[in-house]
């Protein structure tokens, strides 16, 4: 029994072992949780989002955290259109006569207006409150998440490309080819990230696409760096021999037996890779040269609000997408720890 357990055992794969440790290393697994709730948060955002995040009432600005306030809805030209109700004077079968937020006594017809639920009076309440153009702050964070998560996701998917593809020819053949792609690593690495994010930004132009073409274009060099270091120490291994002396070219052992063995370390670049990209993204947006309004975006949500901090008022405005911007960010550096900790053959099974 001892010797099927000890054979079972033996047969556990690299990746077993680091799923295991990495399992162990609570605050990584906390995070991991957060992380996969803020995507299917993310994904479901016009399901869980409570209101519209584009829709501006411009008598709910910069309302405080659990505002709430009557509305109506009425449609015209086969749009709806949003009414706050300041206070309700009368409904009766045929109308509905309330006072607006401009103290003027308005009566609707109920044949242009829109019921919710069993009536037609509703309660709008914003849970952390509105922006300076009466948009719901809750449900612009939830949109926003998806703009930093996938220009996260694709600009450190760009950037993970370029860099296993530079370093492992670097590292792999060496001579001319590493000494002119270390030429350009060095080059792009003597630039300020940021700098140079918000250069190329300049050149492609304001937008969703060019936000993560540009950070993708600037990520790569650390991950260039590290594979190319691996691939240095694995390129004369004796699997990697043996894969010459059977006939097999450079570029099937680059692909089948180089590259898979060099991926932990960076794995674990990309992963602080990932969270750069999310303050890139945010610090584009708050520059007014990532994602455009009315596009909701974190970054831009904090520029929205920053200027009432001098006012000393409304600090959720620019709280909120702060917090968010830190959390994630937090979350993923701890990802990185634990998938730093799990791949780390010193540490025991």
Do not use: C
């Not at 399992?23 to 957060?34: I, Q």
């Not at 930004?201 to 594979?227: E, H, P």
């Not at 692909?255 to 991926?263: D, E, R, Y």
Request: zero cysteines; charged letters at 20%.
């Amino acid at each position: 029994m001892n010797m099927n357990t000890a054979n079972t055992e033996k047969g556990k794969s690299l990746w077993y072992y680091s799923y295991r440790r990495f399992r162990r290393h609570k605050l990584a697994t906390g995070a991991s949780v957060f992380m996969f709730v803020l995507i299917i948060v993310s994904l479901l955002a016009p399901l869980i989002s409570p209101y519209n995040p584009d829709r501006q009432l411009l008598e709910f600005t910069s309302k405080p955290s659990m505002f709430e306030s009557l509305a109506i809805t009425k449609t015209e030209s086969g749009n709806e259109k949003v009414l706050p109700v300041k206070k309700l004077i009368k409904e009766d079968s045929e109308n509905i006569t309330y006072i607006d937020y401009t103290d003027k006594e308005k009566t609707e017809s109920k044949q242009d207006l829109v019921k919710h639920g069993a009536d037609f009076v509703y309660k709008m309440k914003f849970l952390l409150g509105t922006d300076k153009f009466g948009r719901d702050i809750l449900s612009r964070l939830i949109y926003g998440a998806r703009i930093s998560l996938s220009v996260g996701l694709i600009s450190q998917s760009i950037a993970l490309l370029i860099g296993i593809l530079l370093g492992s020819l670097a590292g792999y053949y060496r001579g001319i080819t590493d000494r002119v792609i270390m030429w350009l690593v060095n080059v792009v690495w003597a630039f300020p990230s940021i700098l140079l994010v918000i250069a190329i930004s300049i050149v492609l132009g304001k937008g969703y696409w060019q936000a993560f073409v540009a950070i993708g274009l600037t990520g790569w060099v650390d991950i260039a760096r590290v594979m190319r270091g691996q691939i240095i120490s694995i390129r004369e291994t004796e699997y990697v021999e043996a894969a010459r002396a059977a006939g097999y070219g450079n570029a099937r052992i680059i692909m089948k037996h180089v590259i898979p063995n060099s991926l932990s370390p960076v794995i674990i670049t990309s992963t602080v890779g990932l969270a750069n990209a999310i303050i890139f993204e945010s610090s584009l947006s708050f520059l007014g040269l990532g994602v455009q309004p009315p596009t909701a975006s974190w970054g831009q949500m904090v520029f929205d609000g920053y200027k009432f901090l001098i006012t000393g008022t409304n600090f959720g405005m620019v709280l909120y997408p702060s917090l968010a911007i830190l959390l994630t960010v937090f979350a993923v550096n701890l990802i990185g720890d634990g998938i730093r900790d799990a791949f780390d053959p010193k540490l025991k099974r």
